[in-house]
């Protein structure tokens, strides 16, 4: 019964509609200042159903979070133009994304470019600087890699996969308190 009114619900939002970066809004109503309390509510919210999930789960817990991070990634990107070039769409993902998760493309100093292919893996490295994920662990004192994080690879990597036809993982290289390096490993 619940799929059906699910599937009924979805075929009345399908617009057939693409959304370009330019078409989202820079500004909101109303403004962040005066949903800061309710942000931080959610937060909380949220840090404790990620709490109770390893708790029960254990160590599925990221699995399960990734795994539901991917969908909405895949199912949000159905809505994004659908781009080749792997650099445009990560642009194009993090402009889309502004103010939830910011993250540019990085290359170490000894590489031109930014994807890189070695041994026989094609990669690309990226930093994510403002990040409602890490805001979040942080105001409710947990850990950075654990499911929330991975909820946020997912996204990614759905999304990714949507906008470009390809495959991805999302790997960590590095977390810290302000900023987090990842490697999208393209297949």
């Known amino acids: 019964m619940m799929a059906e009114s699910i599937d009924e619900i979805n075929k009345q939002f399908k617009t057939g509609s693409v959304f370009k970066a330019e078409d989202v809004p820079l500004s909101c109503t109303p403004s962040a200042k005066e949903l800061e309390p309710t942000l931080h509510g959610v937060m909380r919210m949220n840090g404790l159903i990620i709490r109770s999930l390893q708790e029960i789960s254990g160590r599925g817990a990221n699995a399960v ?5 991917k969908k909405f990634g895949h199912e949000t990107a ?24 910011t993250f540019e493309l990085w290359k170490p100093e000894d590489k031109e ?3 890189v292919t070695e041994n026989g893996e094609t990669f690309i ?25 991975q909820t946020l690879y997912g996204y990614v990597v759905g999304a990714i996969e949507e906008i470009t036809g390809r495959r991805a993982k999302l790997e960590i290289v590095h977390t810290g308190p302000n900023a987090c390096l990842k490697k999208l490993i393209l297949k």
């Open 125 to 149: 490295f990226l930093v994510f600087h403002d990040c409602i994920v890490r805001q979040t662990l942080r105001c409710n004192g947990m850990e950075q890699g654990g499911p929330l994080c």
């Open 113 to 115: 470019d930014y994807v």
């Open 65 to 69: 979070t990734f795994r539901a991070g």
């Open 78 to 101: 159905k809505y994004f133009r659908k781009i080749d070039d792997i650099e445009e769409a990560l642009r194009e993902l993090s402009y889309i994304l502004h103010g939830q998760y």
